[in-house]
Nanobody, 127 residues
Framework: QLQLVESGGGLIQTGGSLRLSCLAS????????MAWFRQAPGKEREFVAT????????RYADSVKGRFTISRDNAKNTMTLQMNSLKPEDTGDYYC????????????????????WGQGTQVTVSS
């Protein structure tokens, strides 16, 4: 069973930057497409960004394009989300997700495609 552990959340002012990390442990962890989702208080979980097996394909929610960058280092079993120019609406719990695949271009932007989830890390952007 793949285990995912997020880190890097915190309190930041508007316009600031944070870097979230997701450490994957378990069998064949590099054979998973991975993604970040977030959930704001009182709202449904929403897609943020996704990355394919080798990082060749990335997708972003329109709300974060140009500000967030997703990347992965399979040698270190780590995925990161660099978040710049943060806004109060970026506040929420950020979750790492993974789905087993052999398709090198597979990077689904929907939560139902992912069967492995971390516990989340909280990001609060103050105005």
């Amino acid at each position: 069973q793949l285990q995912l552990v997020e880190s890097g959340g915190g309190l930041i002012q508007t316009g600031g930057s944070l870097r979230l990390s997701c450490l994957a442990s378990g069998p064949a962890s590099k054979y998973y497409a991975m993604a970040w989702f977030r959930q704001a208080p009182g709202k449904e979980r929403e897609f943020v960004a996704t990355i394919s097996l080798h990082g060749d394909v990335t997708r972003y929610a329109d709300s974060v394009k140009g500000r967030f960058t997703i990347s992965r280092d399979n040698a270190k079993n780590t995925m990161t989300l660099q978040m710049n120019s943060l806004k109060p609406e970026d506040t929420g719990d950020y979750y790492c997700a993974a789905t087993r695949t052999t398709n090198t271009e597979y990077a689904p932007p929907v939560s139902v495609a992912y069967g492995n989830w971390g516990q989340g890390t909280q990001v609060t952007v103050s105005s």
